[in-house]
């Protein structure tokens, strides 16, 4: 059913690891202004809706 090419889209070559920047996208991802964050309010803010006006179907 799936078949898993490991081979990357757009080939990285790291040449010092920096881990100053490694926060940064860390940070965007998960942090509490990332954007995870952001997606799962808003994933509950689906389910809480008060009225159903705004329900996505």
């Not at 070559?13 to 995870?36: H, M, N, S, W």
């Not at 952001?38 to 329900?55: E, F, H």
């Amino acid at each position: 059913m799936w078949v898993y090419e490991k081979k990357m889209e757009h080939p990285i070559r790291v040449c010092r690891p920096d881990v100053g920047f490694a926060k940064l996208v860390i940070t965007q991802y998960g942090g509490p202004d990332g954007e995870l964050g952001a997606s799962l309010r808003y994933l509950n803010q689906r389910y809480s809706m008060p009225t159903g006006v705004a329900k996505a179907a």
